[in-house]
């Protein structure tokens, strides 16, 4: 079984400008989430879809970031204009249980993260 | 709130000693637990978890038991060798996942 895609892997620009990562999850998934990994912390969760739909983007930076799932399968995460402390590895995951409010006991799988660097 | 405190590190063991990862959460009513492992370039990958109270999660040796009225998960393992480095990182699922900062071990032969 194919795991977690993401691309690119590296990606260095400069502030202000503007960026966009790619995820492919693991076939037949319907949750897909988005954390951002800053160097020394854990991931912290961006947002989470069931299929195309959002679960969960309470802690995602809407003024810059944007994210999309259009037909439930990839999807990508956009940095708009990018700042110096948007540097870190922003991780795809995707599991395969529906998710239901409360308790999630799913494995999240991971893909390799997107390393960014904003200069 | 949800939130999760695990050992600082880093940790250096030599190759057969005792190790334990100590992880305690914080979460309204009952969450689930894991520990997922990083090596190094590599995405996290479940090592095991733990969905009820006094639930043992166990693989590749590592062991860590759901103690509700302590509110921990610590990991365990009794020999550990130089592929076991690693970051570790504690995690509890209650709505959203909510990891912690990351424990690093390093294995000397």
């Known amino acids: 079984e194919a795991g977690v895609a993401q691309s690119p892997r590296y990606k260095i620009i400069e502030k202000r400008q503007s960026v966009a990562f790619w995820c492919n999850p693991i076939s037949g998934h319907a949750t897909l989430y988005w954390y951002q990994q800053i160097l020394g912390q854990g991931p912290k969760l961006l947002i989470q879809f069931q299929n195309n739909g959002v679960v969960d983007d309470s802690q995602l930076p809407k003024d810059r970031f944007s994210a999309e799932r259009l037909k439930g399968v990839d999807s990508t995460l956009k940095i708009q204009p990018a700042k110096l402390e948007d540097s870190a590895v922003y991780l795809c995951?995707?599991?395969?249980?529906?998710?239901?409010?409360?308790?999630?006991?799913?494995?999240?799988?991971f893909g390799p993260g997107t390393r960014l660097t904003v200069l | 709130g949800n939130s999760v405190t695990q050992m600082e590190g880093p940790v250096t063991l030599s190759e057969e000693a005792f190790l334990t990862i100590n992880c305690t959460y914080t979460?309204?009513?009952?969450?689930?637990l894991f520990w997922y492992v990083q090596y190094p370039g590599e995405g996290l990958q479940l090592l095991l978890k733990?969905?009820?109270?006094?639930d043992k999660g166990s693989n590749k040796g590592f062991e860590a038991t759901y103690r509700k009225e302590t509110t921990s998960f610590h990991l365990e393992k009794g020999s550990v060798q130089v592929s076991d480095s690693a970051v570790y990182f504690c995690a509890l699922s209650r709505n959203q996942f909510y990891f912690g900062t990351g424990t690093s071990l390093t294995v000397i032969p």
């Open positions: 995951a995707s599991s395969s249980l529906t998710f239901l409010a409360g308790h999630n006991t799913d494995t999240q799988y």
């Open positions: 733990a969905t009820k109270a006094d």
């Open positions: 979460a309204t009513g009952y969450p689930s």
